[in-house]
């Protein structure tokens, strides 16, 4: 293979010239897994010929989903990620020494066991952090299972709505998540780019508008997501994402002592700045 070729969207292919033969390559009981240097993208895992990750850009989107709802909180201890196999937000979240618990839940431990192998620079251990414990179960599954108030924080890091994951995005699962969720609880998912997908993000804001007392949308952008502006869209009830003011968040990122590649406070108060037409597609 010396090209890998991406179709996501009808009517656009995004073609990654290879760097060498891949590093993986293997049918897992789920999905097709690769995982292959490229010349322009750096390290890269497809699932069923679809992106998931690169390490030249991850940071963009494994930070903005990881920093904002933490830092906005303010006392995260308990963390749920759903999916996420890659660690790379993982990693993210277990920065913060105020979190004191992360279950993540991956439907496929192929996609673990091959991450801690090819991406190690990106998850940086957090599969061996003891606060980490890793289910290998189907995430909408899981939540039926959970403890109502359990999480003060879900992240979906979710991959596009295929395959197994298209419970992911069903009605069902933020109802169940929302149970999942302390009184101030937040979730945040991972809901593709507008450009291509407007359709995701208008109605991931309409479920979650009709399972949560306050939902919204914050952006980022992740080159290798090709399309521009991505969508990372929250839900909560006892707190609104935004109320945080930049002295605040400042305060917090300081005496969280972050490291980060992306993430600052300004970058977390510039996400929420919507364009008019996707502010439009928000109002579901
Ligand atoms: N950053 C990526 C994106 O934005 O598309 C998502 C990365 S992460 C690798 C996506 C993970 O979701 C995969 O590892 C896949 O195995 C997992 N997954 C898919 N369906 C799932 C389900 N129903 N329950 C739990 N994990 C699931």
Not at 74 to 79: E, N, T
Not at 97 to 102: I, K, L, P
Not at 228 to 249: K, R
Request: glycine letters at 8%.
């Amino acid at each position: 293979m010396k090209t890998f070729s991406e179709t996501l969207h009808a009517g656009f292919d995004q073609v990654m010239h290879l760097a060498g033969p891949p590093l993986a390559d293997e049918h897992s009981d789920f999905q097709h897994i690769q995982i292959f240097d490229t010349k322009a993208n750096g390290r890269v895992l497809a699932l069923d010929g679809i992106v998931q990750l690169s390490d030249r850009d991850e940071a963009a989107y494994s930070e903005m989903l990881a920093h904002p709802p933490i830092l906005e909180h303010g006392a995260v201890k308990r963390v749920l990620i759903i999916g996420g196999g890659d660690g790379a937000v993982a990693e993210e979240v277990l920065k913060h020494r105020s979190v004191e618990a992360v279950d993540l839940v991956d439907i496929d431990a192929r996609v673990v066991d091959l991450s801690r192998d090819y991406f190690a620079h990106v998850n940086r251990g957090a599969f061996d952090d003891p606060r980490l414990t890793f289910h290998a179960r189907d995430a909408f599954e899981f939540l039926a299972e959970t403890a109502s108030g359990h999480y003060d924080l879900a992240i979906a890091d979710r991959p596009d709505p295929v395959g197994p994951a298209e419970s992911l995005f069903a009605e069902d699962f933020y109802a169940r998540l929302q149970s999942a969720l302390a009184e101030r609880g937040m979730g945040v998912f991972q809901t593709g780019c507008p450009f291509f997908q407007p359709d995701e993000l208008r109605e991931t804001m309409t479920l979650l508008r009709g399972n949560f007392a306050n939902a919204g949308v914050y952006l980022t952008v992740v080159p290798t997501y090709t399309g521009g502006f991505m969508a990372l869209t929250w839900g909560a009830n006892g707190l609104a994402f935004g109320e945080c003011d930049i002295e605040t968040l400042t305060r917090r990122f300081h005496a969280a002592g972050l490291k980060t590649t992306h993430y600052t406070p300004d970058m977390h108060r510039a996400a929420l700045a919507l364009p008019p037409w996707l502010a439009r597609l928000a109002q579901g």
